[in-house]
């Protein structure tokens, strides 16, 4: 098997099992590596620490799949690290909820780049490292075996982190089974969605905002909702399902509003009360404020703003600007929830955006829950890198 050698100390992040190994830990590696290449990991003092897989062309140099000396076999490894995982969310299968469930959670569900969503039968991939590339094959066929009921395994290649592990990028691919609908129904809650796992975002839905979904829906009864980037309409659809009187969805893309009015048409009379309105968000809310308009409930559930570090505080702007429209335009005992999908940037520093907002709005807001991501996206203690949704429910008082 061939070894890496790190540098002096670089060992101690391994001591803590954080899962990654960056470029600039290692002081001697074998030649010729393949990506995606099990190899050794060894400490400048010659101790065996572990064993990893290697990315050749990432800063993420080697993906951690074992700590200590003993050895893994890679087969038996991945068949039961998919098996396990998809035993943790027996929960959402027997519960009846909802029937989409994100099944593997990369590094948190120690399968480090490998993403499996899970629609009503049909599994869908993201494979963002070298390892999880090399050995989709395995993958996929045993989440064919360990998901109930799965039809077909798939793939998607378009994700950006793709090319910088040095991967083929190109748009969806069957590994295992069958071809999926073009639109697959999903249920959650007394909700259905329509999901297209070939060009909607991530695998085609936010799975990771379902208890946020129900938060919001929780508050929606006789509320005029605005929900801003809506995206194909979940957070909007979820509200009116639940009470909401009147909902607006807006979104810069018509493809997404297209799959939104369908998801609202789907629950029967609920679009009657549903407005889509194709617009930027930046702009729309000045618009809102312009004429006086105001809400019961509006949902800010923006894309990432920051993508690295570097762009934080540029992003604190943009997420402060539209938190200080949305609260001009809240009615009294109106309701705020707000999200950051941004990993960069912390909970503390998101909370004091909100402070600012709040203070240049000259309300009070009062906190009355947080959320985060879903049950199904959950965040291994060694590796807090795996949080990045954070939502803030405020009200106004
Ligand atoms: N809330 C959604 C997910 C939002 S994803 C859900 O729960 O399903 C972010 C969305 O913001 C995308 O649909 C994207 O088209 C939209 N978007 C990005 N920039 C925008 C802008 N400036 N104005 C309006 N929508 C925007």
Redesign the pocket.
Known sequence: MAKVILKKGRERSLLRRHPWIFSGAVELADEGIEAGEIVEVVSAGGAVMGYGAYSPLSQIRIRMLSFGHRSIEIGSLIRDRVFAAVARRCDFFVGGYTDAVRLINAESDLLPGVVVDFYAGWAVCQMTSAFADKYKALIADAVMMAAPGCMGVSERLDVDVRAKEGLKVGSFAVLNGEEPPELIEIKEGNCKFLVDVRKG?KTGF?LD?REARAAVGALATNCEVLNC????G??GVFARANGAEKVTQ????GD?LSLAKKNAELLGLCHINTDFEE????KFLRSCRDENRTFDLIVL???KFAESKSQVMKAARGYKDINLLAMKLLRPGGYLATFSCSGAMTGDLFDKILMEAAEDAGRDFQIVSRTRQAADHPVLVSFPEGLYLKGVILRAV
């Not at 807006?250 to 893309?253: A, E, F, W």
């Not at 617009?279 to 930046?282: E, G, I």
């Open positions: 975002h936010y905002q980037f809506s995206y194909t979940g957070f807006v979104d810069i893309s997404a617009a930027d968000v930046f559930d923006p894309p």
